[in-house]
């Protein structure tokens, strides 16, 4: 603990890694005490100019005072108040009182500490997915640069990590863009589905407003409709208990989860690839990969970037549970919870879209090992286009056959027991029963004959799908992302 009158050394207490090592200055904003505190009073003030333009005795100047303090907050005091009453939504309130003494009587008239707390949490949340979806377009738009340069480069295919049919480069990447494309709807799904809870009292009923107003439940619904376009929503929920179903957090922190599956994917085959030597992620010319190891180049961000995604996946459960124990209008033990992981969620899912971007911004391909790779596996996938070849140049199907099954045999116990390289089709190029095609084994062999329609798919896939559904996001693309750490 710091002495009295010592300035307190921040390194001497845990700091999230969140915030303190990852996550970008714009989403700590968010979810910072500053902006939670600076919505309450707000808030505070539409309900005030709302009630005032229905007819309540609520003066200019009373509500000119609020506007002159809406970022005059005296923290210190705040928490003195909170210390002493145990209460932090009137905690504020009398800090607020206390810098604007004439619209003290008026603040926070009617409402609930609901009306702070759960409109302010809808607020960030909107603001939440208004900061993420940008950042998600752009990692988008950049592999879609990629998959569109290397739509034609074909890459061994594997099944059950075994190897299978050729695909392309690009067309690998396009299984990751789609899947982030589904987030992306998904994550401006949940955004637009956002309702403000409203100006709705103590249980949801709107009793302290409909006292207000002397029983005219047209100027309390008039009230709920002028708050929530002033909070910048154009719909309230129209029931809620003290609070908002807390089923909207299970909405709003699934597609994160959903997006921390995805982007854990595309890092696992990022990683996968690096051990293959074909694709690396960026790696930095002093960077060092391994204490013991200098030649090492670990995949680092990619790395990073599965480790939050398991954190981020987990957290939906927290909403879940929260949704499935709250005691008919609510009970407290929602709150804490609700601290860590709405955050915790926004936050994860910042950095590592930011790290993900890093990384699709810097992708390094190498031609040379995936050909050699293709190489390695080819002569066996082109056994069926070598008997076909046969029959039409006069052969017998089954006795092609078992001459390639043979062959291939030998050529598979040259690769695994003596760790050679495929020798199958130098095996068929002395074989004279093959002689008659020995002329078309070059383009029975080209790569490109067999990625299908792979090109066309990226081609089609990104004009008809991604590139349109990035169009709102055109003058957010930005310029390339540095990582801090």
């Known amino acids: 603990m710091a002495a009295p009158g010592e300035e307190e050394d921040v390194m001497a207490r845990y700091r999230s890694p969140l915030v303190s090592r990852y996550a970008s200055a714009e989403m700590a904003y968010n979810f910072s005490e500053r902006k939670k505190f600076g919505t309450w009073r707000r808030l505070w003030l539409y309900l005030a100019q709302a009630e005032k333009s229905l007819g309540l005795p609520i003066t200019d100047e009373q509500i000119q005072e609020m506007e002159a303090n809406l970022d005059n907050i005296d923290f210190k005091m705040a928490a003195e108040e909170e210390k002493k009453l145990r209460h932090d939504v009137m905690a504020h309130v009398h800090t607020f009182a206390h810098c604007c003494p004439k619209a003290a009587a008026i603040i926070h008239l009617g409402a609930t500490s609901c009306y702070v707390g759960d409109n302010t949490d809808l607020i960030v949340l909107r603001d939440g997915f208004n900061l993420l979806l940008p950042k998600l377009a752009r990692v988008i738009s950049r592999l ?141 010319k002093e960077q060092i990969g391994s204490s013991a190891m200098p030649y090492k180049r670990n995949p680092m961000r990619s790395e990073r970037c599965c480790s939050l995604a398991r954190h981020l996946m987990t957290l939906v459960m927290d909403p879940l549970q929260t949704a499935a124990v709250q005691w008919f209008e609510r009970t407290l033990d929602d709150s804490a919870n609700r601290r860590v992981c709405l955050a915790e969620a926004f936050l994860t899912a910042d950095i590592i879209l930011s790290t993900l971007q890093n990384i699709s911004e810097g992708l390094v391909v190498y031609p040379k090992v995936i050909e050699r790779r293709i190489r390695q596996e080819l002569p066996f996938m082109a056994t069926e286009n070598i008997i076909m070849a046969m029959v039409k140049a006069g052969g017998n199907r089954q006795d092609c056959h078992e001459k390639i099954r043979v062959l291939s045999q030998q050529a598979a116990a040259v690769v695994k027991q003596e760790g050679g390289d495929n020798d199958f089709i130098a095996r068929v190029r002395a074989d004279p029963y093959f002689s008659p095609i020995h002329k078309q084994l070059e383009s029975l062999l080209d790569p490109s004959s067999f990625t299908g329609r792979a090109p066309q798919q990226v081609a089609k896939f990104l004009k008809e799908e991604v590139r349109p559904a990035l169009i709102p996001y055109q003058s957010k693309m930005g310029g390339k992302i540095e990582l801090a750490l």
Not at 160 to 185: F, S
Not at 214 to 222: F, L, P, Q, R, T
Request: aromatic share 8%; glycine share 8%.
């Open 144 to 284: 879609a640069d990629f998959a569109e340069k290397y739509a034609d480069m074909p890459a061994l295919g594997f099944t059950h990590y075994q190897p299978a049919q050729l695909t392309t480069v690009g067309k690998r990447c396009c299984l990751w863009i789609q899947d982030l494309c589904m987030d992306l709807q998904n994550l401006e799904r949940a955004r637009d589905d956002l309702r403000f809870r409203g100006v709705k009292g103590t249980t949801g009923t709107q009793a302290s407003f409909l006292q207000l107003f002397e029983g005219d439940h047209s100027k309390v619904e008039e009230l709920d409709r002028l708050v929530t376009a002033k909070a910048g929503f154009k719909r309230a929920y129209m029931v809620t208990g003290q609070t908002y179903s807390r089923k909207v957090d299970i909405g709003v922190l699934a597609v994160l989860a959903s997006l921390g599956a995805s982007i854990h994917k595309i890092c696992t085959d990022i990683r996968l690839l690096a051990n293959l030597k074909e694709i690396e992620e960026p790696f930095e």
